[in-house]
C-alpha cells in the first residue's frame, strides 16, 4: 500500500514556474516506478511525466517537453515535478501516482494522490 500527497501547487503568471512534490508513505516507495498526471475541467487526465524506479529513466510527452522536469528522491520518498515557462492551459488540477512501470496509461497506476491545483494567468 502506498499513499501520497501531492503538494506546491498555486497560482503563478504566464511563463512563471512551480516545483510540484509528492510524499510517498510506505517502505516500498522505492519499487514504484511514479507519474505525474493533470485534468482541466471538462477534460481527460493527461500524462505530463513519468519516472522509473530508479530515476535513471523518464518519459515527458512532447506537449510539455523542454519545460517539465521529473525527479526523485528514494531517501525522501518523494517525487517532485518541476514546471518551467508554464503556460495557461498547463491550468488544471495535477495528480501524482505509482505504479510498477511507467506508463502514460492512467490504468497502469495502482495508487493516487488526492492532486493539487494549479492555476496559471495570463
Known amino acids: 500500500q502506498v499513499q501520497l500527497v501531492e503538494s506546491g501547487g498555486g497560482l503563478v503568471q504566464a511563463g512563471g514556474s512551480l516545483r510540484l512534490s509528492c510524499a510517498a508513505s510506505g517502505r516500498t516507495f522505492s519499487g514504484h516506478a511514479m507519474g505525474w498526471f493533470r485534468q482541466a475541467p471538462g477534460q481527460e487526465r493527461e500524462f505530463v511525466a513519468g519516472?522509473?524506479?530508479?530515476?535513471?529513466?523518464?518519459d515527458i510527452p512532447d506537449s510539455v517537453q523542454g519545460r517539465f522536469t521529473i525527479s526523485r528522491d528514494n531517501a525522501k520518498n518523494t517525487v517532485y515535478l518541476q514546471m518551467n515557462n508554464l503556460k495557461p492551459e498547463g491550468t488544471a488540477v495535477y495528480y501524482c501516482a505509482a505504479s510498477r512501470v511507467v506508463d502514460r496509461r492512467q490504468a497502469a497506476y495502482d495508487y493516487w494522490g488526492q492532486g493539487t491545483q494549479v492555476t496559471v494567468s495570463s
Open positions: 519516472i522509473n524506479q530508479s530515476g535513471s529513466s523518464t
